[in-house]
């Protein structure tokens, strides 16, 4: 019985790092926009900004048509340190939505 319900808090462990995590009692979750992020967590111990390109190519079974089409992506990464207590997390934005969130090493 104490394995089924072990296995349970792991699980449950698992699906909330994935969905999310806790900036005081507020979770930040993939989808949410910058400015909410900001919000609920305040500024960043570290702050990237770089361009990206999403590119996409098209031909036709015959060869004769071939379309090209390039899309240019800003990409925020933040980072928060929460304190040896907690692991920090990078947070990847695309045009202003969060779109990866990372666990990195103990923060200090």
């Not at 089924?4 to 699980?11: A, C, H, K, P, S």
């Not at 048509?65 to 990847?92: A, M, T």
Request: with cysteine; glycine share 12%.
């Amino acid at each position: 019985m104490k394995k089924i319900l072990l296995l349970f808090g792991f699980l449950a462990v698992a699906s909330t790092a994935e969905a999310g995590f806790r900036c005081g009692n507020l979770i930040v979750e993939i989808g949410d926009h910058e400015s909410k992020v900001f919000e609920r967590c305040g500024e960043p111990e570290y702050m990237e900004e770089r361009i990206g390109y999403r590119g996409q190519r098209l031909r036709h079974p015959g060869g004769s048509l071939e379309i090209e089409g390039y899309e240019q992506v800003i990409i925020h990464e933040w980072i928060y340190n929460f304190g040896p207590s907690r692991l920090k997390e990078r947070l990847l934005f695309e045009n202003g939505i969060l779109k990866e969130i990372n666990d990195l090493e103990r923060g200090y």
